[in-house]
Nanobody, 125 residues
Framework: QVQLLESGGGLVQAGGSLRLSCAIS????????MGWFRQAPGKEREFVAA????????HYAASVKGRFTISRDNAKNTVYLQMNSLKPEDTAVYYC??????????????????WGQGTQVTVSS
């Protein structure tokens, strides 16, 4: 099994920054697709960003492109989500997800096999 542990959430004012971390442990694969999703109260969970671990290819939702950056640290087996210029509408629980596969379906929840427990991000206006 793969375990994912998110950290780094919190309360920040609009325009501020936060960096989320997702540490991967347990069974490892030669490559991953790692994704970040978020779920705001009363809304469905939505795609935020994804990275193909081995090649560093990244993908972003239109709503965060240019403000958020996904990256990974091979030595620490950790994926990050740097969030800048935060807006109140970014308020949500953020989830890390992983799969050993890679395809154009990286923005689908069902594409991922493993999920973290989530970390709350609150952006005040």
């Amino acid at each position: 099994q793969v375990q994912l542990l998110e950290s780094g959430g919190g309360l920040v004012q609009a325009g501020g920054s936060l960096r989320l971390s997702c540490a991967i442990s347990g069974r490892t694969f030669s490559t991953y697709t790692m994704g970040w999703f978020r779920q705001a109260p009363g809304k469905e969970r939505e795609f935020v960003a994804a990275i193909r671990w081995s090649l560093g290819i990244t993908h972003y939702a239109a709503s965060v492109k240019g403000r958020f950056t996904i990256s990974r640290d091979n030595a620490k087996n950790t994926v990050y989500l740097q969030m800048n210029s935060l807006k109140p509408e970014d308020t949500a629980v953020y989830y890390c997800a992983a799969t050993p596969r890679y395809s154009g379906s990286y923005y689908y929840l069902a594409f991922y096999d493993y999920w973290g427990q989530g970390t709350q991000v609150t952006v005040s206006s």
